[in-house]
């Protein structure tokens, strides 16, 4: 068993909806959370950032995190366009040890 | 604004040379690291330093060195050259314990 699993899609959805990025993971010693957006041929650039359980919200993105049952989320509402792109999620443990999931390739068509 | 540059940006290089890919940033991070993503495996670690003087291996070393001299610079050296080698590599730092990592634009290496 890997990590951090994460469908890697592509997941295509039209403009507007609403969409859910998932990923699980096996280690308990994960803390920080993060989601990561990387356009074609660029490098990633962080999204989101959570510490511990709980939820986060930044404008159309949410962030979901759920310990107890080692499972992750990111929520787009009104999805656009220009949201095409891969999206890593991310955790490290205290000992600053990031594994990286491998990423879902979203595609919004307009 | 600070930033991160690596260079070269694309790179063919053949079986058995010697490749540096060069990372230079100007955040003045004391984190550094650099990974390779491929289709399938995602980002993983090869090497980073938390100082200078101070490297560290990652989950895919075999293969590759850095070395830390200054603040700035991390280049990642690639002693012989292998096909399985063929990626595309991140640079990236952090300047705390969080998660928060900024990378390069990547260069993309193709050993034939």
């Known amino acids: 068993q890997k990590e951090v699993e994460q469908d890697p899609g592509p997941l295509s959805v039209p403009e507007g909806a609403i969409v859910s990025l998932n990923c699980t993971y096996s280690?308990?010693?994960?803390?920080?959370f993060m989601w990561y957006r990387q356009y074609s041929r660029k490098g990633p650039e962080l999204l989101m950032y959570?510490?511990?359980?709980g939820n986060k919200e930044d404008g159309r993105f949410t962030a979901q995190v759920d310990k107890s049952s080692k499972y992750i989320s990111l929520f787009i509402r009104d999805s656009q366009p220009s949201d095409s792109a891969t999206y890593l999620c991310?955790?490290?443990?205290?000992?600053?040890?990031?594994?990286f999931g491998p990423g879902t390739r979203l595609s919004v068509l307009p | 604004d600070a930033e991160i540059t690596q260079s070269p940006r694309h790179k063919i290089t053949e079986t058995g040379r010697q490749v540096t890919l060069a990372c230079h940033q100007t955040?003045?991070?004391?984190?550094m690291f650099w990974y390779r993503q491929d289709l399938g495996h995602g980002l993983r670690l090869i090497h980073y330093?938390?100082?200078?003087?101070?490297?560290n291996k990652g989950e895919v070393s075999d293969g590759y060195s850095v070395s830390r001299s200054n603040t700035e610079d991390l280049p990642l050296t690639l002693e012989s050259a292998a096909s399985s080698q063929t990626s595309v590599y991140f640079c990236?730092?952090?300047?705390?314990?969080?998660?928060?990592?900024?990378f390069g634009e990547g260069s993309r290496l193709t050993v034939l």
């Open positions: 959570t510490y511990s359980s």
């Open positions: 330093s938390y100082g200078v003087q101070d490297t």
């Open positions: 280690n308990s010693a994960f803390q920080y």
């Open positions: 955040w003045n991070h004391n984190n």
């Open positions: 991310a955790m490290m443990d205290y000992g600053q040890n990031f594994v």
């Open positions: 990236a730092t952090s300047g705390a314990n969080t998660g928060e990592l900024f």
